[in-house]
């Protein structure tokens, strides 16, 4: 069955780093996405992309965050800067009705 | 905003019906979801109903949907351990950005 691929499963990094987060969606998806789940709270929508650019965006993602397709297979979620609450469980999806989590990176900013 | 919501524990016995139940406050949901989360893992899609539509069954998993009082239910028949885990209920309005329910975690004593 088709993967949602995310590495690396953890990243530890110093605040004020920047971190990279990488994902591989399914091939033939379209619309791409990034949710995080901070620990002890509720999975939070952060960002959707379709058509080579950001089709929704909530309020978290502000001027810190940036998402990239760089390549026909790669989908990046960029964090500058990063603050100790940027800690969390990042997770990649893929598709459209109904779809695919990758396993997620879990961020540690210490 | 949107919002949805689950109790956070469920226990039962090996064999026992389980069920998970959500309340949810956006009207115009179009999609209602269930997701299951092992530990240490991703999110998994288990079943998604459309909103006009008000049971769908899927070998042991029975979802009903309740759009009056905009609640949301998982049976899960003859539950085994393997079944333990944390659910995840999710609305949607045209398959794009999901809310997230806090999760139940289902607890399978043998």
């Known amino acids: 069955e088709p993967e949602v691929t995310q590495t690396p499963s953890h990243q ?7 971190v990279i ?52 297979s790669n989908f990046t979620l960029k964090i500058r800067s990063t603050k100790l609450e940027d800690s969390a469980m990042y997770f990649c999806a893929s598709g459209g009705v ?13 | 905003g949107e919002d949805v919501e689950q109790s956070l524990f469920l226990s039962v016995r090996e064999g026992d019906s389980s069920v998970i139940n959500c309340t949810y406050t ?3 949901s179009t999609y209602l979801y269930w997701y299951k989360q ?5 999110l998994q899609l288990l079943t998604y109903i459309f909103s006009n539509m008000d049971m769908k069954q899927d070998q042991r998993l029975t979802v009903l949907l309740n759009k ?11 539950t085994q351990t393997g079944d333990s885990a944390i659910y995840f209920c999710a609305e949607s309005n045209q398959g794009g950005k999901l809310i997230f329910g806090q999760g139940t975690e289902l607890s399978v004593k043998p």
């Open chain 1, 98 to 110: 109904g779809y695919t989590f990758g396993s997620g990176t879990r961020l540690t900013v210490v």
């Open chain 2, 68 to 78: 009056k009082d905009k609640h949301l239910s998982l049976r899960i028949a003859d």
């Open chain 2, 38 to 42: 092992e530990p240490g893992a991703g």
């Open chain 2, 26 to 28: 956006d009207s115009s």
């Open chain 1, 21 to 72: 987060l990488r994902c591989v969606p399914i091939s033939n998806h379209l619309y791409f996405y990034w949710y995080r789940q901070i620990l002890g709270q509720k999975v939070e929508f952060l960002v959707s992309f379709y058509n080579n650019e950001i089709s929704e965006k909530s309020e978290i993602f502000d001027d810190q965050f940036s998402v990239e397709r760089p390549d026909g």
């Open chain 1, 12 to 18: 530890v990094t110093q605040m004020g780093q920047e």
